[in-house]
């Protein structure tokens, strides 16, 4: 794997002075609006965006790309081995590339997104992604990132000044995905959505809050007032920090 490419967040002040951004890490479960809220709050913030999930997603794509069985922890790791990702921390202007290849659209298609468990199960390749999502968040240009995926509060970034799971209710979740899918029933999405928590789940637990971790729970908010809710709880966590 070489190392990522990364571009600054237009309109967002460089830090001059060094010091690493500040890490907003959020959790939380398929259809919890976890991705779109974030990149909303990151907007809001004049942050960094950095989904994790698309460097699964990423890797999925180039296992498939080079015929490997995604359930095959072997196979995965083999693939991984020349493994050349680079995202973009711009949240206005999103690009995911796997060597030469922009495969922003592709790894959204449902043959990488029912591929990508498999992928994301091989121990030693989440130390990898790990390792490689913190130094691409320490070395942005940036006063913060905003960093969302499964594990982020607990494994990826235990100590970030502000740790959020964003949760909402099972059949709110599915409804959710079913409204984002036009040709799925909502009963096909609740299954597949299921499914995707109990696989992902047996790898990290991102159902339960750890200590330290803000919960929002958008069960019963729209889309505005759950980055609302994100966002005050980063500025009392701040807040609190600075002395505010
Ligand atoms: O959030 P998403 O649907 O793009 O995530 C794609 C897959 O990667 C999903 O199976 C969960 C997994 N994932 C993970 O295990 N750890 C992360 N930090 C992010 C995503």
Known sequence: MTEPLTKPAAGST???SGTAPVVVAIDGPAGSGKSSVSKAAALRL????LDTGAAYRALAWHALAH??????????????GDFDYAISLDARDRWVRV???????AIRE???TD????????????HAVNELFRRLVASAALPGVVVEGRDITTVVFPDAPVRILLTAAPEVRAARRSAELTDHDAAKVAAALHQRDAADSTVVDFLTAAPGVEVVDSTHLDFEQTVDAVLSVVDNTMGARDGR
Do not use: H, Q
């Open 115 to 126: 591929a990508v468990s498999g992928v994301a199960r091989v121990a030693s390749v989440r």
């Open 99 to 105: 060597g030469e290849v922009d495969v922003t659209a």
């Open 46 to 49: 004049g942050y960094g965006f």
């Open 67 to 80: 015929g490997a069985d995604t359930s095959d922890a072997t196979a995965v790791l083999e693939v991984f």
């Open 14 to 16: 460089p830090t001059t």
């Open 110 to 112: 449902p043959r990488v």
